[in-house]
């Protein structure tokens, strides 16, 4: 690989000859990890002509290099960075600066310091991953995927692939969500009233900037998914935590008055709860009597392997007081960050202005290949197939739960990709985890899913999305022997 020329600059206060400075420029360059081993340098002239100096400076600085092995020349090819070269140290060498900011007092506002759980990028060289919302390479259908992504690279798809769709969304996409999707969760919308999202979270963020202000109140369930409680902190509102029980938010629990109430009643985000049909009732009442909206996530609905799901909340809806929120990222792949809100046409206008002021829309290719993949049969082909074999593992979880005597806090009734998990008390899973790790385990505790300033510390979270089935057992037996041995 060749080093771009326009990479290469002098430092117009460095001491020493001209020769002297494009030595030292190209050996800390080296030494800082930047010019890396075989990498071929601009030739002598090229250089030469990009710093306005002669082509003997630079020729003479080259020849310098080489002799202490930065460098080596290759016959009627120039000059290499040498596989002999002094090796970056570990610590990366960066420009001197010296940084005069007080940055406690120039930053505004700050959106650090949360207890977001960490995800390990390498979670697929440990042997027994039980995390949540990772893709299995076994059932995903690459085959049809890249036929679909080739597809919407065709000359037919040119202005889909490359126009700048402004604030508007696929129209294939769209009418796939308008008259597949949401007719599936009783949910009947016109494109007017869809905005096609990066992903559930930037749904839930769009959606809390567009309706909370610092004096309004949110009602988020305790626990919840830690992203949405991260991004109530961040709108400044007051939010209103509400204990969620074995059938999810109770709407007796709801305060006096509330401005919009998050809720996941399919499938409580992390406790697996289902809200009956009755209770969701009651929810739409109780929203009723104080005027309040409702953002049901709707995520993993079509993990149902057991049973049909319930209708959703918003099919149940006559005020048009529910926006929905889907994706597409759960059921294909995490990466595809690609979901949906379903909501009254002016909500819908005021989201999408605010996403065009931050992204204008998603990808137009990543758009029109879920389309095709959707449109085609293959989404469900998919669903089907990965429903089958979360059924297998969610058996051979459940029989190796009872089997060690684990505490199961919550699964979900209708299917699912995850389980809810209740330690003894004194086990603090994040210590759990990090021993856990050590022998090939990862589980997620369940710390980062509560809003108290000290949440209880020995609930944890196991999912089966990513672990085959033959290695369950075996994961589990590991699980319960460290947990015998720190309770």
Same mark, same amino acid.
Request: hydrophobic share 40%.
């Given at each position: 690989?060749?080093?771009?020329?326009?990479?290469?600059?002098?430092?117009?206060?460095?001491?020493?000859?001209?020769?002297?400075?494009?030595?030292?420029?190209?050996?800390?360059?080296?030494?800082?990890?930047?010019?890396?081993?075989?990498?071929?340098?601009?030739?002598?002239?090229?250089?030469?002509?990009?710093?306005?100096?002669?082509?003997?400076?630079?020729?003479?600085?080259?020849?310098?290099?080489?002799?202490?092995?930065?460098?080596?020349?290759?016959?009627?090819?120039?000059?290499?960075?040498?596989?002999?070269?002094?090796?970056?140290?570990?610590?990366?060498? *960066? *420009?001197?600066?010296?940084?005069?900011?007080?940055?406690?007092?120039?930053?505004?506002?700050?959106?650090?310091?949360?207890?977001?759980?960490?995800?390990?990028?390498?979670?697929?060289?440990?042997?027994?991953?039980?995390?949540?919302?990772?893709?299995?390479?076994?059932?995903?259908?690459?085959?049809?995927?890249?036929?679909?992504?080739?597809?919407?690279?065709?000359?037919?798809?040119?202005?889909?692939?490359?126009?700048?769709?402004?604030?508007?969304?696929?129209?294939?996409?769209?009418?796939?969500?308008?008259?597949?999707?949401?007719?599936?969760?009783?949910?009947?919308?016109?494109?007017?009233?869809?905005?096609?999202?990066?992903?559930?979270?930037?749904?839930?963020?769009?959606?809390?900037?567009?309706?909370?202000?610092?004096?309004?109140?949110?009602?988020?369930?305790?626990?919840?998914?830690?992203?949405?409680?991260?991004?109530?902190?961040?709108?400044?509102?007051?939010?209103?935590?509400?204990?969620?029980?074995?059938?999810?938010?109770?709407?007796?629990?709801?305060?006096?008055?509330?401005?919009?109430?998050?809720?996941?009643?399919?499938?409580?985000?992390?406790?697996?709860?289902?809200?009956?049909?009755?209770?969701?009732?009651?929810?739409?009442?109780?929203?009723?009597?104080?005027?309040?909206?409702?953002?049901?996530?709707?995520?993993?609905?079509?993990?149902?392997?057991?049973?049909?799901?319930?209708?959703?909340?918003?099919?149940?809806?006559?005020?048009?007081?529910?926006?929905?929120?889907?994706?597409?990222?759960?059921?294909?792949?995490?990466?595809?960050?690609?979901?949906?809100?379903?909501?009254?046409?002016?909500?819908?206008?005021?989201?999408?202005?605010?996403?065009?002021?931050?992204?204008? *829309?998603?990808?137009?290719?990543?758009?029109?290949?879920?389309?095709?993949?959707?449109?085609?049969?293959?989404?469900?082909?998919?669903?089907?197939?990965?429903?089958?074999?979360?059924?297998?593992?969610?058996?051979?979880?459940?029989?190796?739960?009872?089997?060690?005597?684990?505490?199961?806090?919550?699964?979900?009734?209708?299917?699912?990709?995850?389980?809810?998990?209740?330690?003894?008390?004194?086990?603090?899973?994040?210590?759990?985890?990090?021993?856990?790790?050590?022998?090939?385990?990862?589980?997620?505790?369940?710390?980062?899913?509560?809003?108290?300033?000290?949440?209880?510390?020995?609930?944890?979270?196991?999912?089966?999305?990513?672990?085959?089935?033959?290695?369950?057992?075996?994961?589990?037996?590991?699980?319960?022997?460290?947990?015998?041995?720190?309770?």
């Amino acid at each position: 690989m060749a080093i771009p020329v326009e990479t290469f600059f002098l430092d117009p206060e460095a001491q020493g000859t001209l020769q002297a400075q494009i030595r030292q420029m190209i050996a800390e360059g080296i030494l800082s990890g930047r010019l890396r081993k075989g990498e071929r340098l601009p030739s002598s002239r090229k250089l030469a002509q990009h710093l306005g100096v002669s082509r003997i400076t630079v020729t003479l600085a080259y020849t310098d290099l080489q002799a202490s092995e930065y460098l080596e020349a290759r016959d009627r090819s120039g000059y290499y960075v040498s596989r002999n070269a002094p090796e970056p140290p570990r610590m990366a060498v *960066h *420009h001197p600066l010296n940084d005069r900011i007080d940055w406690s007092r120039a930053l505004g506002r700050r959106f650090t310091g949360g207890a977001a759980p960490e995800k390990p990028h390498d979670w697929s060289r440990y042997r027994y991953p039980f995390i949540y919302g990772q893709s299995d390479a076994t059932l995903f259908d690459h085959a049809n995927w890249r036929h679909c992504a080739l597809r919407a690279l065709g000359q037919r798809d040119f202005l889909t692939l490359t126009a700048d769709l402004y604030d508007q969304d696929d129209p294939r996409l769209v009418e796939f969500i308008a008259r597949h999707t949401l007719p599936r969760r009783g949910i009947l919308a016109r494109p007017e009233e869809i905005l096609v999202t990066m992903g559930a979270q930037n749904a839930l963020w769009l959606t809390a900037q567009v309706l909370l202000t610092q004096r309004r109140t949110a009602v988020a369930e305790e626990p919840c998914y830690h992203g949405l409680r991260d991004i109530l902190l961040q709108t400044r509102c007051h939010v209103a935590p509400v204990p969620v029980d074995r059938d999810g938010l109770p709407p007796e629990a709801l305060p006096d008055h509330a401005d919009v109430i998050f809720t996941t009643p399919s499938h409580q985000a992390p406790t697996n709860a289902t809200m009956p049909l009755a209770r969701r009732r009651a929810l739409l009442s109780r929203a009723r009597e104080m005027d309040a909206l409702i953002v049901e996530d709707d995520y993993e609905f079509e993990m149902a392997f057991l049973r049909a799901p319930l209708p959703a909340l918003k099919s149940l809806d006559r005020d048009g007081r529910v926006i929905y929120v889907g994706s597409f990222s759960k059921s294909v792949f995490p990466g595809l960050r690609l979901g949906y809100l379903v909501g009254p046409e002016p909500f819908i206008r005021e989201a999408r202005a605010l996403r065009l002021s931050v992204y204008r *829309h998603a990808p137009g290719h990543v758009q029109r290949t879920t389309a095709y993949f959707l449109s085609l049969g293959h989404y469900d082909s998919l669903i089907r197939r990965t429903g089958q074999t979360l059924a297998n593992r969610r058996r051979a979880m459940e029989a190796a739960l009872a089997e060690h005597g684990l505490g199961v806090e919550g699964r979900g009734v209708f299917g699912g990709s995850s389980i809810w998990m209740r330690a003894p008390e004194g086990v603090d899973t994040g210590e759990l985890d990090a021993r856990l790790r050590e022998r090939g385990v990862l589980i997620e505790p369940g710390r980062p899913f509560f809003h108290a300033a000290a949440p209880p510390r020995n609930y944890y979270r196991l999912a089966y999305s990513s672990i085959p089935v033959e290695r369950i057992g075996e994961g589990i037996a590991l699980l319960a022997e460290e947990m015998r041995k720190m309770a």
